[in-house]
């Protein structure tokens, strides 16, 4: 069964940070571009970021840049995105999802940011 | 002005068809892109329905029935979205995407009521 499975998320005060991970199986993880996107509590969907299948190519949203950092280890089947400088307006569910054409999608992890 | 605007609704009866919208933004021709859909119903995660560039070049998503289909509308440089013979199941929220500057981008989405 093709599967995503997201941790790493929590309650985090602003200007602090947190890394999420994401297991991937039933797939040839290295074969695929991964994204992160993430969903405000009653919002719409954003992307965040997405790597190339050897992490030589890598995309950021605007929101993002600068701050966040996405990374694969393709012999654990992982992406990772590290969040730093936290803002209460990155608080949403992040999900990892395969890339081209964001159609496996895992169940997310929340990220809250408040004091 | 967003890159892809949807309308925020849209109601249809059971058994009807629906069609979804979703325009680009002047001076982003639709015939360069290929449009991506996504259905999320309550509480659930996205699901990939279909990619549709033109009627040689699309895909639909794995175990989506036949009833979901695209198409482009040039003059209003719009992708769209078809669902025929629509059931309570397809209650939802539906977002449109592209592949564009090197960003993935979403529209708000389209919340359909079947009544």
């Known amino acids: 069964e093709v599967q995503l499975v997201e941790s790493g998320g929590g309650l985090v005060q602003p200007g602090g940070s947190l890394r999420l991970s994401c297991a991937a199986s039933?797939?040839?993880?290295?074969?695929?571009?991964m994204s992160w996107v993430r969903q405000a509590p009653g919002k719409g969907l954003e992307w965040v970021a997405n790597i190339k299948q050897d992490g030589g190519e890598i995309f950021y949203a605007d929101s993002v840049k600068g701050r966040f950092t996405i990374s694969r280890d393709n012999a654990r089947n992982s992406l990772f995105l590290q969040m730093n400088s936290l803002r209460a307006e990155d608080t949403a569910v992040y999900y990892c999802v395969r890339d081209y054409p964001l159609d496996i999608w895992g169940q997310g992890t929340m990220v809250t940011v408040s004091s | 002005q967003p890159v892809l605007t949807q309308p925020t609704s849209l109601s249809a009866s059971p058994g009807a068809s629906a069609r979804f919208t979703c325009t680009l933004r002047?001076?982003?021709?639709?015939?360069?892109?290929?449009i991506y859909w996504y259905q999320q119903r309550p509480g659930s995660l996205p699901r990939y329905l279909l990619r549709y560039k033109s009627d040689s070049d699309m895909q639909q998503g794995s175990g989506v029935p036949s009833r979901f289909s695209g198409s482009k509308d040039a003059s209003t440089n719009a992708g769209l979205l078809l669902i025929s013979g629509l059931q309570s199941a397809d209650e939802a929220d539906y977002y449109c995407?592209?592949?564009?500057?090197?960003?993935?981008?979403f529209g708000g989405g389209t919340k359909l009521t079947v009544l």
């Open positions: 039933g797939f040839t993880f290295y074969n695929y571009w």
């Open positions: 002047s001076g982003i021709n639709v015939a360069t892109y290929s």
């Open positions: 995407a592209i592949w564009y500057s090197s960003t993935w981008v």
